[in-house]
C-alpha cells in the first residue's frame, strides 16, 4: 500500500515538472515572436487611394552626371511668404522632382501629417499633371501652398517665434498619384514618400506690413 502511494506520488511530481516545462517552453516561444519595443517598423500603407494601388516599393532614382543622385523623389525648396496675417501664414515652396530609371507621368500629390518646425500645417493638394524627369532633377514650375495656422491672440508671439532658428525642420508624408512604366506596362499607382528635411525660416525679419496680403 505504501509503494503504490510512493509510485503515485511520484508520478505527480514528473508530471508536474513536464507540466512546469512545457509552460516555459510555450512562454520562451510566446516572447520570441514578440517584436522589439524598440525596433523600427514599416508603415501600414492602405492597399489603395483614390483608386490608385499603393505601391510600397521605392522608386529607384537616376544618378546624373553632376554628381550624386537626389536622395527623395520629392525635394522641397526655399519657401516664400506670401500673406502674413493674425490668422496665418501662407508660404509658396517649390518642389523639385528626382531623376527616375523608370518612365512615368504623375497625375497629382496629396501630403499628409506634415509639420514645420514641430506645427501641424495643411499643404493644398497638387493638381498640375507632368513627366518624370530621367535625365536630371526638374524644378516644377508651380510650387506648393502651405498655410500655417496662427490664432490671433497668438499672433503677438510669432516674432519671438520666428527669432531662435534659423532653420525649420519638415516631415510629413507626400502621395505621389500617376502612371508608372515598368519594362513594357504601364501601372497606375500611388507611391508614399516620407519626408525629413528642412528649409529656412521665412519669417525671420518679416513683419504683417512688409508681406503683400
Not at 16 to 33: D, E, K, W
Not at 152 to 165: D, T
Not at 174 to 202: A, I
Request: aromatic share 8%.
Amino acid at each position: 500500500m505504501t509503494g503504490s502511494r510512493k509510485r503515485a506520488s511520484g508520478s505527480v511530481r514528473r508530471a508536474g515538472a513536464l507540466a512546469v516545462c512545457a509552460a516555459l517552453v510555450l512562454s520562451s516561444l510566446a516572447f520570441a515572436q514578440q517584436p522589439a519595443s524598440g525596433s523600427s517598423h514599416a508603415r501600414n500603407y492602405p492597399k489603395e487611394i483614390r483608386g490608385y494601388k499603393v505601391e510600397r516599393a521605392e522608386v529607384e532614382l537616376k544618378k546624373h552626371d553632376a554628381g550624386g543622385a537626389q536622395e527623395t523623389l520629392i525635394k522641397l525648396g526655399e519657401p516664400k511668404v506670401t500673406s502674413l496675417t493674425p490668422l496665418g501664414v501662407h508660404l509658396e515652396v517649390p518642389v523639385t522632382v528626382a531623376a527616375v530609371k523608370q518612365g512615368g507621368r504623375v497625375d497629382f500629390l496629396t501630403f499628409e501629417d506634415m509639420t514645420v518646425n514641430g506645427t501641424p500645417v495643411t499643404v493644398n493638394e497638387y493638381h498640375h499633371p507632368f513627366e518624370l524627369p530621367n535625365d536630371r532633377p526638374v524644378t516644377l514650375p508651380d510650387p506648393v501652398t502651405i498655410h500655417i495656422s496662427t490664432p490671433r491672440v497668438l499672433f503677438g508671439a510669432l516674432g519671438e517665434w520666428s527669432k531662435p532658428q534659423d532653420i525649420w525642420p519638415v516631415t510629413g508624408r507626400v502621395y505621389v498619384f500617376g502612371r508608372f512604366k515598368k519594362f513594357l506596362f504601364t501601372f497606375k499607382r500611388v507611391v508614399p514618400v516620407e519626408l525629413k528635411l528642412s528649409f529656412r525660416n521665412p519669417l525671420r525679419g518679416k513683419t504683417p506690413e512688409g508681406i503683400k496680403q
